[in-house]
């Protein structure tokens, strides 16, 4: 098992960045695929990034690509989302999440979750 906490998020300006960091306890942190999910109010949770528990292989939503990236470092137990050129749609809850297995882009495929950060980018 294992249990996460998300950190990072905050208030930004349209063009800003910001580093989420999710921080996991348990030592089998480097068996787990790690992704990053959102959630704006009124809306369902969206699949942002992912990663596989050797940091060798990733995947974006197309609304992201190029502007955010995920990375991990397992010596920390500690998966990364850096996020440049925000923009006031990206406005949300940041949640991290894990799984044994390959990463997925689907919430439902996670087992574990954090409690969330929020991102608010003004215009």
Request: charged letters at 15%.
């Amino acid at each position: 098992q294992v249990q996460l906490v998300e950190s990072g998020g905050g208030l930004v300006q349209a063009g800003g960045s910001l580093r989420l960091s999710c921080a996991a306890s348990g030592r089998t942190f480097s068996s787990y695929a790690m992704a990053w999910f959102r959630q704006a109010p009124g809306k369902e949770r969206e699949f942002v990034a992912a990663i596989t528990w050797s940091g060798g292989s990733t995947v974006y939503a197309d609304f992201v690509k190029g502007r955010f990236t995920i990375s991990r470092d397992n010596a920390k137990n500690t998966v990364y989302l850096q996020m440049n050129s925000l923009q006031p749609e990206d406005t949300a809850v940041y949640y991290c999440a894990a799984r044994i297995g390959d990463k997925r882009t689907v919430w439902y495929a996670y087992d574990y979750w954090g409690q969330g950060t929020q991102v608010t980018v003004s215009s």
